[in-house]
């Protein structure tokens, strides 16, 4: 089987290109390097197999998509390519909606001219806002907050109506909050200038190059008052992609199907700080600030459905998320710069 991974040069897509390897697919990686760079996609050689393909085209230029599909074969795709900073869809929406969308669509439309039938596409729980049920199931309302939210909503709808039409099967995987990196430490998570995202900004505190931890806000309804989510190892969720595959391949999942993808376990910012400080060896520092505009309190997966329909579940706990992240931070504290 060969597998086309769309943003594969980026942080869970070159974990995913590692795992399908290793599941014995041959892969395909586009990436127009707007939030990654080539050094990845060496790293994932140098994981993989030096003659791993790699095309570098934006899928909103519908001839470099087509060129793809014509000169390789490929019998499944794995979508991640997007932007992704919540803050900047604020800013820029309809670079977002055109971005997101508009790469999304091109690609199903070039899938079934070329006869490709089976997608797992990258979601996200921000689909479902601040749940009113936790653990929160697949059935529980959705909608979004912020533009990039919408353009994980908008694609689901998209890909749902799709995949009535069109001899298409779709697994549409919505992440909780994905940390860590694989044990070699050499690929991880790589974000451009000041991380937006917690674990990433523990992890630069923790090389220097920021002061200290800004915990925004510790008078949440959660035990410690901090906020909860569920944070899963990168190559966990990179695993879950190559069992949807699967679960599409045997035809045990026709259509298109929401699936969480977490732990269904629940950990506070000082549960991630101290789990941080022991994986690094010292007590890293910390204040508590504001909240964050548009956070939610708290919230964590129910995973009995990944498990039923694709017969994954995560196995890496918050110290091995932790202590993984931190390999490849401090073997390359400025990230493939
Ligand atoms: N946090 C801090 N300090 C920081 C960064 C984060 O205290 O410097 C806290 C947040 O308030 C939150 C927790 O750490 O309680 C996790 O925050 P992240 O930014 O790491 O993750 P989010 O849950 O906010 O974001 C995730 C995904 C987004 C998605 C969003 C939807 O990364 O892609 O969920 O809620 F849009």
């Known amino acids: 089987m060969a597998t086309l991974v769309t943003g594969g040069a980026g942080f869970i897509g070159s974990h995913t290109a590692v795992a399908l390897h290793a599941a014995g697919r041959d892969v395909v990686i586009v990436d127009n390097f707007s939030n990654s760079s080539p050094k990845a996609v060496d790293a994932v050689r140098a994981l993989t197999t030096d003659d791993l393909a790699f095309v570098e085209a934006d899928l909103l230029d519908t001839d470099a998509v087509e060129r793809v599909f014509k000169n390789h074969t490929i019998d499944e ?118 991380p937006n995202n917690l674990v990433p900004f523990v992890m630069q505190v923790a ?35 190559v069992a949807a595959l699967e679960a599409m391949a045997s035809g045990r999942l026709r259509g298109a199907n929401p699936v969480n993808i977490g732990t269904g376990n629940g950990y506070s910012v000082l549960d991630v700080i101290r789990a941080a400080s022991t994986a690094v060896g010292r007590e890293l520092p910390y204040e508590v600030v504001g909240r964050r505009a548009g956070d939610i309190a708290k919230t964590w997966a129910a995973t009995d459905h990944a498990a039923d329909v694709l017969g994954w579940r995560a196995s890496r706990d918050i110290e091995e998320m932790l202590a993984d992240h931190w390999r490849w931070q401090s073997q390359n504290p400025d990230g493939f710069a």
């Open 77 to 194: 795709v794995v979508h991640f390519a997007a932007h992704k900073a919540v803050g900047e869809s604020v800013e820029k929406p309809l670079a977002y909606y055109r971005n997101n969308l508009g790469s999304t669509i091109s690609l199903v439309e070039v899938m079934a001219e070329h006869g490709v039938s089976k997608l797992v596409f990258s979601s996200s729980c921000t689909v479902y806002g601040e749940p009113d049920v936790i653990p929160v199931t697949e059935s529980a309302p959705t909608g979004a907050e912020s533009p990039y939210g919408w353009t994980k909503y908008m694609s689901e709808q998209i890909l749902v109506d799709a995949a009535r039409a069109l001899p298409l099967d779709v697994v549409l995987l919505r992440y909780f909050n994905p940390v860590g990196a694989h044990p070699s430490g050499t690929i991880g998570e790589d974000p451009n200038g000041i």
């Open 207 to 241: 090389v220097g190059r920021l002061d200290q931890v800004r915990v925004f806000g510790d008078d949440y309804d959660t035990p410690d008052g901090t906020g909860v989510r569920d944070y899963i190892h990168v190559m966990d969720l990179a695993e879950a992609h």
